[in-house]
């Protein structure tokens, strides 16, 4: 008897499941397609800014050769790699 209770709710549980399942999809393809919102023309508003002061132009390297010098002198880069590590000593 104890069997037969289980199974009866089994199916009980996977019908009304399969029922929920066809409404909703049934439900949601009747539903009205959405509008295409146009948003109106924004409109230009002319403001008035003071003159803003020029940018320096950017030096060139040649200011930096020595004249008759064929090497340019580039910075040295550091050759260490420093590997992050994990920190694991609870929180």
């Known amino acids: 008897m104890q069997k037969i209770n289980k ?7 996977s019908a009304i499941s399969l029922g929920a399942f066809v409404f909703s999809w049934v ?3 009747h539903t009205p397609k959405p509008t295409v919102l146009v948003m ?3 409109q230009v508003i002319q403001a008035s ?3 803003q ?3 320096e132009p950017i030096p060139s390297l040649n200011n930096y050769i ?3 010098s064929s090497q340019v002198q580039t910075p040295k880069r550091s050759t260490t790699v420093v ?4 920190r694991t000593r609870g929180s």
Do not use: C
């Open 7 to 13: 199974t009866i709710m089994h199916v009980w549980i």
């Open 27 to 29: 439900v949601l393809a």
């Open 40 to 42: 109106p023309e924004p």
């Open 49 to 51: 800014v003071p003159d």
């Open 53 to 55: 002061p020029g940018l």
């Open 66 to 68: 020595k004249p008759g």
């Open 83 to 86: 590997q992050p590590r994990l």
